[in-house]
């Protein structure tokens, strides 16, 4: 049973489109994020949320909105898709404060 | 601004070596330094971590080591593997509320 899953695994769509990724997790944790891991693996934290609230935006263009319908969820929506998002996108979650110790997959975006 | 500075880049070691990574950072505010495994096409996984009041941790081939004073740490693989082929990130965080990713070092243990 997946304890962090992602969807879908891959995305191509043409510059300009919306898109979104879900996520949900089944740890009962509090705390989800999402990172964008580049060409040269570089991993970024985009967002976090606690309890469903935004406790960090690192500096994501107004583009990307995260969701948070329940503390299992976090989706990520992207308006207005630009070559420059083409990345691997990765949930994860933990409880605040403890160890952060459970990514997904990944979704890889390629925008053409 | 990277919060996190990790060498080397890329590694090549021969089966049975020891594979060693290391990290450094600025912020001393950090109080928890983890390290993961990445394989491709996957996410990337926890392996390890020490919290700075201990100067070494152990879990089976892998060892932190920990300098407070230096604000360094490094991974060492023991007996490196074929199977230990992989990206590996150091990382840091604040009270485990934000973590903060080195730019990843790729393992390539040769047969």
């Known amino acids: 049973d997946t304890a962090v899953s992602q969807t879908p695994k891959y995305l191509v769509t043409q510059m300009g489109n919306d898109k979104s990724i879900k996520c949900e997790q089944n740890l009962g944790h509090d705390t989800m994020y999402w990172y964008k891991q580049d060409s040269k693996k570089f991993l970024k934290i985009m967002f976090s949320?606690?309890?469903?609230?935004?406790?960090i935006n690192e500096t994501v263009p107004n583009r990307f909105s995260p969701k948070s319908p329940d503390k299992a969820h976090l989706n990520l929506h992207i308006n207005s898709l630009e070559l420059g998002d083409s990345a691997v996108y990765f949930c994860a979650s933990s409880q605040a404060g403890a160890s952060l110790g459970h990514f997904g997959a990944g979704t890889r975006l390629s925008v053409l | 601004q990277q919060q996190v500075k990790q060498s080397p880049q890329s590694l090549i070691v021969q089966k049975g070596g020891i594979s060693i990574i290391n990290c450094a950072y600025e912020?001393?505010?950090?109080?928890?330094f983890p390290w993961y495994q990445q394989f491709p096409g996957k996410g990337p996984a926890l392996l390890i971590a020490?919290?700075?009041?201990?100067s070494e941790k152990k879990e089976g081939r892998f060892t932190i080591s920990f300098n407070k004073s230096a604000k360094q740490f490094s991974l060492h693989i023991m007996d490196s593997q074929p199977g230990d082929s992989a990206t590996y990130f150091c990382a840091a965080s604040v009270a485990g509320n934000q973590f903060y990713f080195g730019t990843g070092t790729s393992l390539t243990v040769i047969p």
């Open positions: 949320y606690n309890n469903k609230e935004l406790i």
């Open positions: 912020n001393t505010a950090f109080d928890y």
């Open positions: 020490i919290r700075p009041d201990v």
